[in-house]
């Protein structure tokens, strides 16, 4: 751990967002693999961004090959790779963007920590438990994960071979079994404008 930085004070989040008109906020999307988190956050963001409201997805694809292409999927790699999440989402968030994760994130503890972080910054965090059954997830499956899953192909696998801690009091639970990704993104517009996250 470094000892010789110092802390360089700047302009505070209540600048940037009365420049910028725009409150920041993370929305940490968490449920089993192929529950619909990256369909929701993607179509999300569009509409943030058709609403004006500047909006970025942090999910598997942009973090598992850059920033964390280092870790694997044991329980500490995994618990390293969303305390990563968890910084750079707060850092999108004070620059008063909206940020939207999209991983399993299997730990309650991760995700509670990811949550401090974000308390203790004064910042919106939004968990949103996108929740299906696991057979249904099995059932879509997109990317033959399961199938690998169940004849022992991939150790360590979320909901089969490694836990999924569901959240105890989510701001939003999505029950993505029941509704369509256009009632999902109204869902959770119409929170964001209830807490006065976005004001449009």
Do not use: C
């Amino acid at each position: 751990m470094a000892t010789n930085i110092t802390w360089h004070a700047g302009l505070t989040h209540e600048e940037r967002a009365t420049l910028r008109n725009q409150k920041g906020a993370t929305l940490w999307f968490t449920g089993l693999s192929a529950s619909g988190k990256s369909t929701i956050a993607t179509a999300l963001e569009q509409h943030l961004l058709s609403l004006g409201l500047h909006s970025y997805r942090l999910d598997g694809d942009n973090i598992r090959f850059g920033l964390n292409k280092d870790l694997g999927f044991s329980e500490k790699d995994r618990n390293e790779n969303i305390r990563r999440i968890g910084e750079v989402s707060k850092l999108f968030a004070d620059s008063t963007s909206i940020a939207l994760t999209s991983f399993i994130s299997p730990y309650r503890a991760d995700r509670d920590s990811a949550r401090k972080l974000h308390e203790e910054a004064n910042l919106p965090f939004v968990e949103i438990f996108v929740d299906i059954p696991v057979e249904v997830a099995e059932q879509r499956d997109p990317k033959g994960l399961y199938k690998k899953a169940r004849a022992g192909e991939i150790k360590e696998f979320t909901g089969i071979s490694a836990p999924y801690e569901e959240p105890l009091k989510p701001e939003i639970h999505i029950h993505n079994d029941k509704i369509s990704v256009e009632e999902a993104v109204q869902q959770i517009t119409e929170y964001l404008k209830e807490q006065k996250i976005i004001n449009i």
